[in-house]
């Protein structure tokens, strides 16, 4: 029997399992999608583009994850689980080499695309083992798969630490390096990954899936949208925001690590407003104190500005696709549960394909920065307005 043959009913030690796996979504997300933001300043200096060339990144970046999480279920039913958070997690290691290998925009397009397509593999599958795993414990389900949650706040925080100090270091044009170095974290961390036994042969879900209709929850789907098109457009520009604005190193390394510290604090920040069983509204409150952590900045570019921006705007991002997890398991039935997420994930990898995009565009066009963080604050209230008038749907 093989290592990925391998599987356990009970595991003796649930907690350091799902650790292991939130090393998946550290590499795929923390560092795979939102460290490109660390090296956009760089890149963009040294590469002679243009901001909506430097939004195109995390556009084919966001297309990748799309594609990845709907064909997700499919290869898990085929190859199983914990292969392919193996398959997905090494998919994001490459990307990030290759990343580094040169600077040709058409290669970088690629490496940014495999990087899409293998965090979505490496987090849903991943999400789905540590549930499995989680349930063992019924009493601890909560806490452990919280455990797993916290791994992309783990990637901006190791990448806030490291990137902004050796691009200072080693000087403009030093953007590659900051791959290299990045692409070697990660695969240090993708280790446990391979070696561990996480088991997880079996499928998603089973049984008959419910038939899943839009219409009842269409306001909400463009709210989720809104959401995913406004935080991106975020987290691509601020640290070019940051260095514009005359913060060094130290500053965008806080900055940056304050939204990943953050996201540690939101399972018991927003717990509370998670069991309300109300509609849209948990989405409402969490995704307007997000565009309020977005649009601080544009009153004041002061270093206690600047963390409560990000502190606001990390404690609240990761809480939003929370909150439609439990928007979706207190107004569906289990049997509903695949297709209303699968909805919700194709609404959000649409917001986040065209954010980026749009917004680089607008900012070309205005010439401003400030123009970014306005409009990506503004989609987020709108997303926030449009989830309020959602309502619970009948049982």
Same mark, same amino acid.
């Not at 949650?149 to 190791?158: D, K, N, W």
């Not at 070697?184 to 070696?195: G, I, K, R």
């Not at 717990?271 to 509609?279: E, I, N, Q, T, Y």
């Not at 009153?299 to 600047?306: D, I």
């Given at each position: ?10 595991p003796a030690h649930p907690a350091?399992?799902?650790? #292991?796996? %939130?090393?998946? +979504? ?14 956009? +300043?760089? =890149?963009?200096? &040294? ?29 898990? *039913? ?9 398959? $997905? ?12 290998? &040169? ?38 389900? *909560? ?6 949650? *916290?791994?992309? $706040? ?6 806030? !630490?490291?990137? +902004? ?12 390096? $900051? ?6 974290? %990660? ?10 036994? #996480? $088991? ?5 879900g089973g049984g008959r899936a ?27 520009? =601020? #640290? ?22 953050? *996201? ?18 948990? @989405? ?13 900045? !544009? ?38 549960? +695949? ?5 919700? @994930?194709?609404?959000f990898g649409i917001g986040q ?14 010439? &401003?920065?400030?123009? /970014?963080?306005?409009? %990506?604050? /503004?989609? !987020? ?15």
């Amino acid at each position: 029997m093989t290592l990925l043959d391998r599987t356990e009913a009970a595991p003796a030690h649930p907690a350091r399992l799902i650790l #292991i796996l %939130s090393l998946a +979504p550290t590499v795929g997300l923390g560092i795979g999608r939102f460290a490109y933001s660390l090296l956009l +300043p760089d =890149m963009r200096d &040294s590469l002679g583009w243009s901001y909506s060339a430097a939004g195109f990144m995390n556009t084919i970046n966001a297309a990748g994850y799309l594609v990845g999480a709907l064909v997700t279920s499919r290869l898990v *039913a085929r190859f199983g689980m914990a292969a392919i958070v193996r398959v $997905g997690t090494l998919a994001c290691v490459a990307s990030l080499a290759l990343c580094a290998l &040169s600077g040709n925009f058409a290669v970088l397009s690629a490496a940014r695309l495999i990087a899409g397509i293998g965090a979505a593999l490496a987090f849903v599958a991943g999400g789905a083992l540590a549930t499995t795993i989680a349930q063992a414990q019924p009493a601890r389900s *909560a806490f452990l798969l919280s455990l797993f949650y *916290a791994g992309p $706040g783990i990637g901006i925080l190791s990448s806030g !630490l490291i990137a +902004p100090f050796l691009l200072q270091a080693a000087g403009p044009g030093s953007w590659w390096l $900051g791959w290299l170095v990045l692409a070697a974290l %990660s695969a240090a961390m993708t280790l446990p990954v391979l070696l561990a036994p #996480i $088991g997880g042969d079996a499928g998603i879900g089973g049984g008959r899936a419910a038939p899943f209709r839009i219409a009842p929850v269409v306001v909400y789907l463009a709210g989720y949208f809104m959401f995913g098109a406004g935080y991106i457009a975020y987290m691509t520009f =601020m #640290i070019a925001y940051v260095r514009d604005a005359g913060g060094g190193a130290a500053a965008q390394s806080a900055f940056w690590c304050l939204i990943g510290i953050s *996201a540690f604090a939101t399972p018991w920040v927003w717990r509370r407003v998670m069991a309300l069983h109300r509609g849209g509204l948990s @989405t409402t409150i969490i995704l307007a104190v997000n565009a309020v952590g977005a649009v601080l900045p !544009l009153f004041s570019l002061s270093p206690v500005m600047l963390a409560t921006s990000a502190l606001v705007f990390g404690v609240s991002f990761f809480a939003v696709v929370a909150s439609t997890t439990a928007f979706v398991r207190f107004n569906y039935p289990q049997a509903g549960w +695949p297709g209303a997420i699968a909805a919700m @994930t194709i609404a959000f990898g649409i917001g986040q394909t065209l954010g980026p995009l749009v917004v680089g565009a607008i900012t070309d066009a205005i010439g &401003s920065l400030s123009s /970014a963080l306005a409009v %990506s604050a /503004a989609t !987020l209230a709108l997303g926030a307005a449009l989830s309020a008038f959602q309502r619970p749907l009948p049982k």
